[in-house]
């Protein structure tokens, strides 16, 4: 589906230097009274002709279910390796898509090019 995928007061970004082909590092600032907890849990989804389409993993997708809380700057550093659930990635334009609970799941994504 095409939406966006935004939640309030919370940004994630890809960490300056880290993208690469098979991974990158995120930067989730939350600037919430009340913080999420964030989990492992991604998906990617790849854009061709202005559409997002979910890319399929190539074998079982396992994330701990740890959940993971902002540092005292509202900030929280993960690095994903996409590399074991979906290969490498080609040339194009991208988004990660993470969650929250909150009573129910909410989506937030970072869009990049490679």
Do not use: C, Q
């Not at 994330?63 to 550093?77: A, R, T, W």
């Not at 009573?103 to 090019?113: A, C, I, L, N, T």
Request: net charge negative.
């Amino acid at each position: 589906d095409n939406n966006e995928y935004t939640l309030k007061n919370v940004t994630m970004n890809i960490k300056e230097n880290t993208l690469t082909k098979s991974g990158a590092t995120i930067i989730i600032a939350d600037n919430n009274k009340v913080k999420y907890t964030y989990e492992e849990y991604y998906k990617l989804e790849k854009r061709i002709d202005h559409i997002w389409y979910e890319l399929k993993p190539s074998g079982d997708v396992l994330f701990n279910e740890m959940g993971y809380l902002v540092d005292d700057n509202n900030e929280l550093e993960m690095n994903i390796d996409w590399s074991k659930t979906y290969g490498n990635l080609t040339s194009g334009k991208y988004r990660i898509i993470k969650k929250i609970y909150d009573g129910e799941y909410k989506y937030f994504s970072v869009e990049f090019d490679l």
